[in-house]
T-cell receptor, first 113, second 114 residues
Framework: DGGITQSPKYLFRKEGQNVTLSCEQN?????MYWYRQDPGQGLRLIYY???????QKGDIAEGYSVSREKKESFPLTVTSAQKNPTAFYLC????????????FGPGTRLTVT | AQTVTQSQPEMSVQEAETVTLSCTYD???????LFWYKQPPSRQMILVIR??????QNATENRFSVNFQKAAKSFSLKISDSQLGDTAMYFC???????????FGAGTRLTVKP
């Protein structure tokens, strides 16, 4: 089945550790995105990538890093520099730059203590 | 920058009745897209309906329809014959036609009561 997978669904880390969240899609989509969702708020864009080996910062990129070495994969690293990393993280993709809608993965809940 | 406002944090409706969720947005662009996404308790974001700004006709998808008022920058979602499975957070979203910038509202929590 085609879709977007994020693993794991729940992730726990100690403060001061970097952690990488996985996002894979087999939809052959060009563009991929990472969002953060906090309680009572909508989604805020962290990073996005329109093509392989290229990515741009979103509104809240500080403390995060990404890579796009393969079309199907867009991992997000939450670094120790991110002050409030505990959140729900959603990955999305869209067919090409000018396509309207985005398709979302199931999300990863990250808890840092 | 574009902003999306959902003024109703929570709403409830009786099963089989109709409910309307409000959304307003602010933009100076003429080419853009508008969306409603549903996020049930599973937290999976599901596209409900989309509207291209250049289309005057309101989009419909089965029980879901929108009232798109471009001049007023309003994009409300009407759910007819509400079902228990419609219980979810609903997010209004704006996407520029010029780039990948997609903005989400804060969401409306809808509860359908039996």
């Amino acid at each position: 089945d085609g879709g977007i997978t994020q693993s794991p669904k729940y992730l726990f880390r100690k403060e001061g550790q970097n952690v990488t969240l996985s996002c894979e899609q087999n939809l052959n989509h060009d563009a991929m995105y990472w969002y953060r969702q906090d309680p009572g708020q909508g989604l805020r864009l962290i990073y996005y990538s329109q093509i392989v080996n290229d990515f741009q910062k979103g509104d809240i990129a500080e403390g995060y890093s990404v890579s796009r070495e393969k079309k199907e994969s867009f991992p997000l690293t939450v670094t120790s520099a991110q002050k409030n990393p505990t959140a729900f993280y959603l990955c999305a993709s869209s067919p090409h730059r000018d396509s309207g809608e985005q398709y979302f993965g199931p999300g990863t809940r990250l808890t840092v203590t | 920058a574009q902003t999306v406002t959902q003024s109703q944090p929570e709403m409830s409706v009786q099963e089989a009745e109709t409910v309307t969720l409000s959304c307003t947005y602010d933009t100076s662009e003429s080419n853009y897209y508008l969306f409603w996404y549903k996020q049930p308790p599973s937290r999976q974001m599901i596209l409900v309906i989309r509207q291209e700004a250049y289309k005057q006709q309101n989009a419909t998808e089965n029980r879901f329809s929108v009232n798109f008022q471009k001049a007023a920058k309003s994009f409300s979602l009407k759910i007819s014959d509400s079902q228990l499975g419609d219980t979810a957070m609903y997010f209004c979203a704006f996407r520029s036609g010029n780039n990948n910038d997609m903005r989400f509202g804060a969401g409306t929590r809808l509860t359908v009561k039996p």
